[in-house]
């Protein structure tokens, strides 16, 4: 008895008693490998997807300025307002905000601890500067007036920084979607295989078949139906784990606070993405064992 | 169907040869031509090549040399897609059965009209009706395993006649049943070519020939001895 047999998926005739193969007992498994693999890469490529959205969308157009601590608390104040109102001039720039001390030490402080400016640590104050879109701004010459205005002050391009990352990001994310690509080609070609066998295996009732007058496509039929139970049966399974796997990962990654915001998580329609897997794993072998067997029969008389 | 001539004769073989793989020819020079409504016996010894001819008839097998023609259409013109067509209008009874073992008796016999496209229930009662009359009402839903050599030829029978084809081969069928089963058959036989179907009965069985007075095709090794019908 296979898993098929057991789950009632045959309780209908075939002329062909595939589900006696034994590929019909390995083949569920296979695909279930497959669909596996398959699906975490997918989570994966919609991952990565979603970092790509999200910081595309969160980030673009904004620069932020640093400017050091001067030699006294007055001086950090006229410095800051001198380059407040050297950006004020600049068309480009949409909104100019300077976070407060407490501000800027909050956002030191994961990397600094929690002391630093307790212990009177000379924080630097940062401006965050919003661009307007599609803005061209010209970097060297913002940079050199900024340190004319404010020695030492450094102005950081996020776009720059976060476009290097995005394409890193990019990368990966094609690369999962080749995996997919590459794990749906393999599972084909083990179908073909196993139908190819099925066929040698069956010969003797598909002649019979064809001499009673039984076209190709009624003999192919009954394969494609039986990959097709294969196929989904097989997909469930391996889907099935993958999402038990992935809800315990997202569970893990919940839990990590300083990874929140990378938005490491999958977007709720993402799931029915990756829930379309056992049905694609169905018709694939469905249309490659319909492919095969075809190819099969029409060598025959 | 088309292409087919209803008033062609139903088999026209004209000096048709034939060879497995690289062998010897074993049939060489066949012409005979069988009308529609013909009756006839097959006969010669074992070896003689009863059995190919028949499989040169329903279209198993392609000759080496010469014309073969069924229902009036040129067989080297028929393209591969159109074979079903045809072989659905001719009924075999294979000389070792070739029953499908995992179904039934019933559905052994429902197969040719399913494989036509029939579904439903009267299909059903229509097969076992002719189930009935073989004698194997018992039995009709036995697999092939756990019937006896008579039996399994009896579903092998109904199967070939199930779809009343216009040309019925036969191949030894009642080589494993007994004399009062063999007439019963035959009166089967006879009362589908009373409906217009060609017969052609391959067998060695002297005694069964001489009760009728149907021509027969004599094969001595690969020839026919003297000129069919
Ligand atoms: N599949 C095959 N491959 C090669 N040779 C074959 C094959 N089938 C039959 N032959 C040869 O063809 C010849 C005719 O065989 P065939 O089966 O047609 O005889 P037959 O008249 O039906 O005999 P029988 O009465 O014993 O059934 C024989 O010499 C046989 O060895
Ligand atoms: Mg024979």
Known sequence: MTVAMRLGLFRRPTDIPLDRDPAARTLPWIIAVMAFLATIALAGALLLNNVIVRWSNSLSGTLTIQVPAASGAEETEARIKRVVSLLREDKSVLRVRVLSAAESSALVEPWLGRGAAAIGLPLPRLIDVGLAEDARVDLAELRRKVDAAAPGASVEEHQKWLDEMIGVIRWGWRLALVVVVLIFFAAAMTIVFAMRTSLRIHRAVTDVLHLIGARDQYIAEQFQRHAFRLGLLGGAIGTGFAALVLIGLERILAKVETLQAMHLELPVWSWAVLALVPPAAAALAAVAARYTVLRGLARMM | ?229
């Not at chain 2, 004769?9 to 409504?37: C, K, Q």
């Not at chain 2, 097998?61 to 229902?71: I, Q, S």
């Not at chain 2, 009036?72 to 499908?100: H, K, S, W, Y």
């Not at chain 2, 217009?196 to 149907?214: C, M, P, R, S």
């Open chain 2, 1 to 229: 169907m088309q292409g087919i001539d209803p008033h062609a004769p139903v088999v026209r073989f004209h000096n048709v040869g034939m060879r497995y793989g690289g062998g010897p020819e074993v049939l060489r020079d066949i012409s005979f031509t069988l009308a529609r409504g013909a009756f006839c016996f097959l006969t010669g010894e074992s070896g003689a090549g009863k059995s190919s001819l028949l499989r040169l008839m329903y279209l198993a097998l392609k000759p080496t040399r010469g014309v073969t023609a069924l229902f009036g259409r040129d067989l080297v013109t028929v393209a591969r897609r159109e074979l079903p067509e045809l072989r659905r209008n001719i009924g075999v009874v294979f000389q070792d059965f070739r029953l499908i073992d995992h179904l039934t008796a019933l559905e052994n016999v429902a197969l040719p009209l399913r494989v036509g496209g029939a579904r439903g229930d009267d299909v059903k009662k229509h097969v076992a009706d002719l189930l009935r009359w073989v004698g194997l009402a018992n039995h009709i839903d036995s697999y092939p395993a756990t019937l006896s050599g008579g039996e399994q030829q009896r579903v092998a029978i109904a199967r070939a006649v199930i779809n009343r084809p216009s040309l019925l081969l036969a191949d030894e069928p009642t080589g494993n049943v007994d004399d009062a089963m063999a007439m019963r058959l035959m009166y089967l036989f006879e009362e589908l070519n009373r409906m217009g179907t060609t017969v052609v009965i391959a067998t060695h069985n002297e005694q069964l020939v001489g009760k009728f007075d149907y021509p027969r095709l004599l094969l001595a090794n690969g020839v026919l001895a003297q000129d069919g019908p």
